[in-house]
């Protein structure tokens, strides 16, 4: 039971365990959240095989694997943040946090070139050369949609939180001895780049 | 009991270090679905999947240094979701 924390004062009531116990049980019902998703995903590829590869062969793998280049970097970028701060290092913290906002928005530069190419060559939702497709390859645009869409929003609710976190760091209300809240920030942007290893696969990589 | 070591904490080269086999796993990977491997292609995906969310739930998000009650949360979650997926393939399976 000694988990207090190295440089706790006395009168400072804080519980880290706690505060990371709560992230993770928040990260759980994110991974239901797009495990439900993972679920249709597996039954619609079932029912059509055929029709979700030849669908699955519009989509840009270089990007896709661009993209999740990116997202691994911004993972270790986040998580030199981390170990930086717990050492000390401020200045290194800083500049890993700000590569890692770098990293997210051209994420972010790349998903809008991904996504207007094919709403340009009318593959969206509803659009009239979409509904002329057999079934399996309007449930895999749309599945692309849905999935890859909440997960590009999780991308920008990670760079409002880790913004926030910079801030935070850059006031010193983030330091060596109390650095919770950018771990959880950390363990959020995580969550992200582990969904997007299973829908690169999934999404890109379809033969 | 009072000086168990909670905050280890992996050095700098450690992350590095699961950074580049997460890329090469990426170009595996990548590699991999160029060839055809038949009904097995799914499977190798998920594979390589598989073994990349480990290292960055293990390292990345310092489960392996985390205290017991992290990976019986991690472990649990991780049942649920495989017994909605398995109980879910039956009915498609057998519909």
Redesign the interface.
Known sequence: ???HQ?GTVAHVHRDD?GA??GM??FL?TE??LF?GMF?VY??YR??HQDQFRVAAMELN?GIG?LN??IL??S??TV??AI?AI?KGNRFLSVLMLNITLVFAVMFMVNKYFEWSAKISHGLFPGSKEMLDLPNGQILFYGLYYVMTGLHALHVIIGVVILSFMLIQLMKKKITQDNHVKL?NA??YW?LV??IW??L???FY??? | ????T??H????ST??F??LA??AF?SI??TV??I?LGKY?MLV??G??AI??AL??N????IKF??K??KV??AL?FF??LI??IL??FD?IYR
Request: glycine content about 4%; charged content about 10%; proline content about 2%.
């Open positions: 039971m000694s988990s190295e365990i990371k116990m993770w049980l759980f991974v239901l495990g679920l597996a039954f079932f029912q793998t694997t999740t280049v691994l970097t993972s270790l998580a030199l170990a717990q771990e950390g363990l995580h780049d582990l290893i299973f690169f696969p999934l990589l379809i033969q | 009991m009072e000086n168990h909670k905050s904490h992996p050095g700098y992350y590095f699961v950074w997460l890329l990426t990977t990548v679905a160029g055809s292609t995906a998920l390589i999947a990349k969310s960055v739930i390292i990345f998000m310092h985390e205290e009650i992290f949360f991690l979650s649920t979701l909605i997926f879910t393939s498609i």
